[in-house]
């Protein structure tokens, strides 16, 4: 019982040097937007690159570039995620569900790390609830148009190929950028795809139905 009298004691001067203005612990006057910054450089070879970049910048509009860890706190969190569900995008409409939770996904990310990092010891985002999204109508391309994408001209015919080829596996684009020769298996003129999935990192099997020169070559 004194064991955990002292640990309240000591948990509630901690608060009352945070409320009245005395001096913070080093680490929680870092700079978080510098901090998410290098964070984000450090995709900075990777698909999701410019999608790290604009998220980082639509938290600058918000919170500014001097914003430290002191300062964010589950309340700044809420007015964060109140801020995107009314911002408007440049084509006048409000952001969409999914968006908004890839906002606050990236957000994770960079808290989480500056949990193992030992900057903060708390999330503050723990009471924040990704918001629900209906689930988008996929439309599939008919065989018919699959061909006549084949034969239409376009100027970057790596991306072509590369979309051809996620067509006829069903491989997501994270997938197909990241494959090597390497991961395709021949064995007595039939092909395999063997291979980690980059979002689940399963290793998978997939039999290819043909060369995967035709499209890749």
């Given amino acids: 019982m004194q064991l955990a009298k002292n640990i309240k004691n000591k948990r509630e001067l901690e ?14 006057n870092t700079n978080f937007y510098q901090y998410y910054h290098r964070i984000a450089e450090k995709r900075r ?24 860890f002191s300062e964010i706190t589950s309340i700044f969190c809420e007015k964060f995620l ?9 084509k006048g409409t409000k952001l969409k569900n ?11 990310i960079v808290v ?9 010891s708390e999330n503050p985002l ?4 990704l918001l629900k999204i209906k689930e988008p109508e996929i439309i599939y391309l008919t065989l018919p148009e699959l061909k006549q994408l084949v034969k239409t001209d376009f100027k970057y015919s790596v991306l072509k190929r ?6 006829l596996t069903g491989l997501r684009w994270s997938d197909v950028y ?33 060369s995967p020169h035709i499209c890749l070559s």
């Avoid at 989480?112 to 903060?120: E, G, L, P, S, V």
């Avoid at 723990?126 to 609830?129: E, F, R, S, V």
């Avoid at 590369?162 to 067509?167: D, G, H, K, P, Q």
């Fill in 15 to 28: 608060l009352q040097s945070g409320v009245h203005g005395f001096k913070m612990p080093k680490s929680k």
């Fill in 45 to 68: 070879n990777t698909p999701s690159y410019q999608t790290w970049r604009v998220i980082l910048n639509t938290f600058k509009d918000f919170a500014g570039e001097n914003i430290t």
């Fill in 82 to 90: 109140d801020y995107l569900q009314n911002k408007v995008s440049l």
């Fill in 98 to 108: 999914s968006y908004i939770n890839k906002h606050l996904n990236y957000l994770f």
């Fill in 112 to 120: 989480r790390q500056a949990i193992n990092d030992k900057i903060i």
């Fill in 126 to 129: 723990q009471n924040i609830k």
């Fill in 162 to 167: 590369a979309f051809i080829f996620a067509c």
């Fill in 178 to 210: 990241k494959l090597q020769w390497s991961e395709i298996k021949e064995s007595e003129g039939k092909y395999l795809l063997a291979y980690r999935q980059k979002k689940t990192q399963e290793q998978n099997y997939l039999p290819l139905f043909y």
